[in-house]
T-cell receptor
Framework: KQEVTQIPAALSVPEGENLVLNCSFT??????LQWFRQDPGKGLTSLLL?????REQTSGRLNASLDKSSGRSTLYIAASQPGDSATYLC????????????FGQGTTLQVKP | DAGVIQSPRHEVTEMGQEVTLRCKPI?????LFWYRQTMMRGLELLIY????????DSGMPEDRFSAKMPNASFSTLKIQPSEPRDSAVYFC????????????FGSGTQLSVL
């Protein structure tokens, strides 16, 4: 059974810092892995999707990497801004492609001005 | 496109009452997902439709929960009878296919069962 873990649960950094959010999964046979952002009281917004055959994806100041062999993904945020404050969730889709995404519990990020 | 539309945004009901949550996916998307989010359990997939057909309902917690997708533009999640432990945020999401595409989430329905 796939389990997805995100550590730490919460992170606070000063504005301008580069930071890394971690995601680990127990079953390396994933179809793809996706990073989401959730603002308080809102739904999830997809940030980056990495296919199992890819190693990384980039969008603006965000870079997500995937290492299937070690069961890890990271989300790198460059030059953090207060507007980046949110909860970030990673989700793994199983290789059976049933459509089932298994989510981590998320890391709540606070970027202080 | 207006995105995935869910209604109501908030629902407060008493234990034992029937609750119906509604979702309109993004036009053209052929996969629809219902998720539940709680502090204790995080985000859990309840049921997944592809081309209006339920593919995986293994996450539906009990027979009290049922979901339908009568056409490509509408889905409902019904809880009957509701219980306090059903209190959560229920999200609907859609994608162009169940395979490669990103999920697009609605804003959710905050359900409180008293």
């Amino acid at each position: 059974k796939q389990e997805v873990t995100q550590i730490p649960a919460a992170l606070s950094v000063p504005e301008g810092e580069n930071l890394v959010l971690n995601c680990s999964f127990t079953d390396s046979a994933i179809y793809n892995l996706q990073w989401f952002r959730q603002d308080p009281g809102k739904g999830l917004t997809s940030l980056l999707l990495i296919q199992s055959s890819q190693r990384e994806q980039t969008s603006g100041r965000l870079n997500a990497s995937l290492d299937k062999s070690s069961g890890r993904s990271t989300l790198y945020i460059a030059a953090s801004q207060p507007g980046d404050s949110a909860t970030y969730l990673c989700a793994a889709r199983g290789s059976g492609n049933t459509g089932k995404l298994i989510f981590g519990q998320g890391t709540t990020l606070q970027v202080k001005p | 496109d207006a995105g995935v539309i869910q209604s109501p945004r908030h629902e407060v009901t008493e234990m034992g009452q029937e609750v119906t949550l509604r979702c309109k996916p993004i036009s053209g998307h052929n996969s629809l997902f219902w998720y539940r989010q709680t502090m204790m359990r995080g985000l859990e997939l309840l049921i997944y439709f592809n081309n209006n057909v339920p593919i995986d309902d293994s996450g539906m917690p009990e027979d009290r929960f049922s979901a339908k997708m009568p056409n490509a533009s509408f889905s409902t999640l019904k809880i009957q009878p509701s219980e306090p432990r059903d209190s959560a945020v229920y999200f609907c999401a859609s994608s162009l296919s169940g395979d490669l595409e990103k999920l697009f989430f609605g804003s959710g329905t905050q359900l409180s069962v008293l």
